[in-house]
């Protein structure tokens, strides 16, 4: 797909969360103005994005899968709220803004995040989908969320602050707190487009792919970029003693793996779906990527 088209198609979905996501939080509470203040302070949006295009993929439409789309970015952005916090990694940038925490105070952060989660399987139980399919979309999400999913991942991080980690204890790490949320995202799109269990097994394997494939590129970038051009502090890492694939591998060897995961995921649709042009020139965009 031409770097042009891909990037039309990526904004067209990207502007269609955003217009979406300021109406999902109702109310006027301290507590929603806390809500809004991460979810609306932009970013990539590629799980809302994917969980869309996954949707068009299998024949559904973009607009089926909308409550969806935004029921994974509401989760997304209460693991971030929560990821920032003193308790865990004590981050006071996100997005270029202040955490939440350093605006709102930590208690009100940690009920934000608690609230964005509960938000999120609420908006997506609501979608206009058989009930079946709404009770198999509750279940990808919640097995994401949980005690084998970005709560044990970020446990693990926790855990590992201080120690030199092997390589299969920083994937399962990173599996668990990246990969495993893309693939939610697009299993959800799947299910939403009326797919396969077939294509939703490819789905699972490229967005398994494409999270190592971004969690080394963040590492990358966490060890080269400026804290301006990544909206987060650069070298916190290093400043909370994380092994990383960086301090693993070194940056060249790191730049083979994430090339070798980019294949691996575009590999993974082939035969599954008919036109996988826009997930490949998405995962090359990501192997790019500058921040």
Do not use: W
């Not at 509470?29 to 809302?48: D, V």
């Not at 204890?169 to 299910?191: F, M, N, R, Y």
């Amino acid at each position: 797909m031409p770097a042009d088209t891909f990037n039309e198609e990526y904004e067209a979905l990207r502007n269609m969360v955003e217009k979406n996501l300021a109406s999902c939080l109702p109310g006027r509470s301290k507590l929603a103005e806390a809500m809004r203040y991460s979810l609306l302070a932009g970013g990539k949006r590629i799980r809302p994005v994917l969980a869309l295009k996954f949707a068009e993929a299998v024949g559904g439409s973009a607009q089926k899968a909308l409550p969806a789309a935004l029921a994974v970015e509401l989760f997304h952005t209460y693991t971030l709220v929560h990821d920032d916090l003193p308790s865990m990694d004590n981050d006071s940038l996100r997005r270029g803004k202040p955490t939440n925490h350093v605006v709102y105070g930590e208690g009100l952060a940690t009920l934000a995040g608690d609230a964005l989660q509960a938000e999120a399987f609420r908006i997506l139980l609501a979608s206009d989908l058989p009930a079946e399919t709404l009770v198999q979309m509750g279940n990808v999400l919640a097995k994401a969320a949980g005690a084998d999913g970005v709560c044990l991942g970020q446990a693990l991080d926790m855990d590992s602050e201080g120690k030199r980690l092997t390589l299969e204890e920083i994937t399962t790490v990173h599996h668990l707190k990246t990969s495993t949320l893309l693939a939610a995202a697009c299993q959800l799109g799947v299910l939403a487009g009326g797919g396969t269990s077939a294509q939703r097994i490819a789905a699972e394997r490229y967005a398994t792919a494409l999270g190592l494939a971004f969690q080394i590129r963040d590492d990358m970038l966490d060890a080269t970029g400026e804290t301006a051009r990544l909206g987060k502090p650069a070298g916190s890492d290093e400043t909370n003693g994380k092994t990383t694939f960086v301090t693993l591998y070194g940056l060249d060897q790191c730049r083979t793996l994430v090339r070798e995961m980019t294949g691996k995921a575009v590999d993974a649709l082939r035969g599954y779906f008919e036109n996988t042009g826009f997930f490949e020139a998405l995962a090359i965009y990501l192997e790019e990527r500058k921040y």
